[in-house]
């Protein structure tokens, strides 16, 4: 089977958040201690994915290289994709046709973030389809700002709604989509939309044309913040800043997760939480790296979101 690849989508304006993001992207304010691209980045790698493709402006690459570099000291392999300009969330696939060279991707909007114990057990789930498209809903209170879920009585996803002003249920699709080594082709297949964009909901129905779109429903147990706004930023901040500090233990921390999963080794893990001694997020690495030398793990992979 071919290996997974992944996409963050890290382009776009930020128009929402003006005027924060005048001057730099919306997916590297901090959402509380680190930056907004490491928590879905966190989520690709607990996918076991190790190839990724960060799409971003041209004038904003840099500060992405200057930030995660080609990934090595965590185990990945990091490229980075222009987007002249914003035509879309399904443009990814056609501006990311050449790094996914026809393999299954996993793509996740650079606003997202998911958090919730057994997330990775859920996330190899759903990329473990060799045919079709995998997505997730979200019940939520207000379903007309987001692309809607419809379900049919046996449970099946029977339509999705893109912003309906009567929605028809209450569960938004999430901005992460696990989708078949078949996404550029279809990609160049659809038209624009009355915005003139390409639309993803237009992407996933040709999957759902075809009988082959899955929608999991994500229960109580899971978080899911779309941090498109200022209110939405500070909700997901607030809400990073009561787990850590009540648990003690790091939400997104891809270093931490790195370890985990194999892609680095304890040296490597207490070098990087040296290069960040006087900051508590590189003691928190520091100490984690001391307790798992000394043979106390402090936390499972399924929390470590």
């Known amino acids: 089977m071919t290996k997974r690849k992944g996409i963050i989508l890290a382009g776009g304006t930020g128009s929402r958040l003006f005027p924060v993001t005048n001057t730099t992207s919306k997916q590297l304010l901090p959402v509380f201690d680190k930056p907004m691209i490491y928590y879905p980045l966190s989520v690709l790698m607990l996918s076991g994915i190790t190839e990724i493709a960060v799409i ?3 004038d904003q690459r840099t500060n992405f290289e200057n930030l995660l ?13 222009e987007q002249p300009r914003p ?6 696939y056609l501006l990311a046709e050449d790094f996914l060279a ?13 958090y919730g114990h057994g997330l990775p057990e859920v996330l190899r789930h759903a990329g473990s389809y060799a045919h079709g498209a995998s997505i997730f809903a979200y019940q939520v209170r207000d379903p007309s700002r987001y692309g809607v879920v419809c379900f049919d009585d046996f449970g099946r996803a029977s339509a999705i709604d893109e912003k309906p002003e009567a929605p028809r249920s209450d569960f938004a699709a999430t901005g992460l989509y696990f989708l078949d080594g078949s996404a ?3 990609a160049k297949q659809i038209k624009p939309s009355m915005r003139g964009e390409l639309e993803i909901i237009d992407l996933l129905r040709t999957y759902m044309t075809d009988d082959d779109l899955y929608v999991q429903r994500l229960g109580r147990g899971y978080a899911w913040f779309d941090t498109g706004t200022h209110e939405s930023l500070l909700d997901a901040g607030n809400f990073v800043r009561t787990i850590e ?7 997104g921390c891809i270093e931490e997760i790195a370890y985990h999963m194999q892609l680095i080794d304890l040296e490597q893990l207490l070098a990087l ?6 900051t508590g997020y590189g003691e928190y690495l520091r100490r ?4 798992l030398r000394a043979g106390s793990t402090i936390c499972d992979l399924r929390s470590i979101a």
């Open 102 to 114: 026809g393999a299954p991707s996993a793509m996740i909007l650079g606003d997202n973030i998911f």
């Open 184 to 186: 550029s082709d279809r």
């Open 245 to 251: 500090e009540r648990q003690g233990v790091k939400v």
């Open 273 to 278: 939480a040296s290069a960040m001694s006087k």
């Open 87 to 92: 035509e879309g969330l399904a443009q990814a």
């Open 288 to 291: 984690t790296a001391l307790q």
């Open 56 to 58: 971003t402006t041209p």
């Open 69 to 81: 570099g080609d990934g090595a000291s965590l185990g990945l392999q990091i490229q980075y994709i």
